[in-house]
């Protein structure tokens, strides 16, 4: 009958509308919180800085992101202020810790806060949160401390702090675990063949990196950071000692088929980027 049909559409059409609004209104939501953390240590948490509110701990968290996704474009040596100039090479934090630590099975800073303050083999002594950024500041970014009172070191913190927050302590894999090597020396030659294959198209010749085209790309100064040479790490960052490249190489590398050398093969391209020419580290021990 026709007035049935018609009964029939609307309450069709009225359903369809509430599951619309429903499904409106559960992404809207979702949204609206900062991250999502579950204490099932195999649930990989999300985080969302865009989510964060507009109030200053918001501000400060995006600032801190910023500072780990574009630390050239704030605190890189060639920055306008002088004072501002606190990595002394154009590297991110996110070329190491990619996606600003937020992603799985890498260098995370997911927990990291609730890992320290932890004993430090380099420092031989305890060592809290401040002190293991300054230390990447020092070598990593061939640069200097951040003053402690700094509104940046705040905001790296406060950033750290929220990537934290509710983080089961036992959540998987949120650092990169230690790898055994081979017990041999590098072969530094079959080292250099293997990287004018697997690595020379993204980094370069002598692993000088790929800058931008300042003109057509903004952003930050390279399309793929340099691994070598005077604007990458200097000789006293992690990144320069065998048993922390090897792992980075084996676990990380080639960034878009990570895990797909052997282990001997990262340990030889080790051995060679290694003895890359690099910046003098020249702090204290
Ligand atoms: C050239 C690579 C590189 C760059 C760039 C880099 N780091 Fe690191 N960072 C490392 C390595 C290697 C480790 C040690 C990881 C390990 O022990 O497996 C580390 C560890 C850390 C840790 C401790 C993580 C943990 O789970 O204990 C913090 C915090 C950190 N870096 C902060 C920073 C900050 C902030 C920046 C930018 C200013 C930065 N790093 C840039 C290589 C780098
Ligand atoms: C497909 C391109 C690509 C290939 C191939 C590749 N990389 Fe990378 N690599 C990258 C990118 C991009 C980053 C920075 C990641 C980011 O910022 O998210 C990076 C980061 C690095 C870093 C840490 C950052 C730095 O500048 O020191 C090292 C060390 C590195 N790669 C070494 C290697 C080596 C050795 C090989 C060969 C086994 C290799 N990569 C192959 C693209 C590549």
């Not at 499904?23 to 099932?40: A, D, G, T, W």
């Not at 200053?56 to 004072?83: C, F, H, W």
């Not at 750290?160 to 090597?181: A, C, Q, R, Y």
């Amino acid at each position: 009958m026709p007035q049935n049909n018609r009964q029939v559409f609307k309450l069709v059409l009225y359903s369809a509308g509430v599951v619309i609004i429903t499904l409106i209104v559960v992404v809207m939501f979702r949204n609206k919180l900062p991250k999502e953390v579950s204490s099932n240590p195999s649930v990989w948490p999300k985080f969302d800085v865009n989510a964060l509110p507009p109030d200053s701990n918001g501000q400060m968290i995006r600032y801190g992101y910023r500072l780990i996704m574009e630390t050239s474009n704030i605190a890189g040596p060639d920055v306008q202020n002088p004072k501002m100039r606190f990595a002394g090479n154009n590297l991110e934090c996110r070329n190491c810790h990619f996606n600003g630590g937020q992603d799985k099975n890498t260098m995370s800073f997911v927990g990291v806060a609730n890992r320290y303050p932890a004993y430090s083999k380099r420092h031989e002594r305890m060592s809290d949160l401040k002190e293991r950024i300054d230390d990447c500041f020092e070598r990593s970014m061939n640069g200097n401390k951040l003053p402690a009172e700094s509104y940046e070191l705040k905001s790296i913190l406060a950033y750290m702090n929220w990537l934290s927050k509710g983080v089961p302590k036992d959540l998987e894999g949120v650092t990169v675990k230690d790898i055994d090597f081979p017990k041999r020396e590098p072969d530094k030659e079959k080292g250099k063949s293997l990287y004018m294959v697997k690595c020379i198209t993204c980094h370069g010749f002598d692993g000088l990196g790929v800058l931008k085209n300042p003109i057509i790309q903004g952003g930050v100064k390279y399309v793929i950071p340099p691994i070598a040479g005077d604007d990458s790490f200097n000789n006293g960052a992690g990144m320069s000692r065998m048993e922390r490249l090897v792992k980075f190489l084996k676990t990380q590398m080639p960034k878009d088929n990570p895990g797909s050398l052997s282990l001997e093969e990262a340990y030889d391209i080790a051995g060679y980027v290694s003895g890359l020419k690099r910046p003098e580290y020249k702090g204290e021990k």
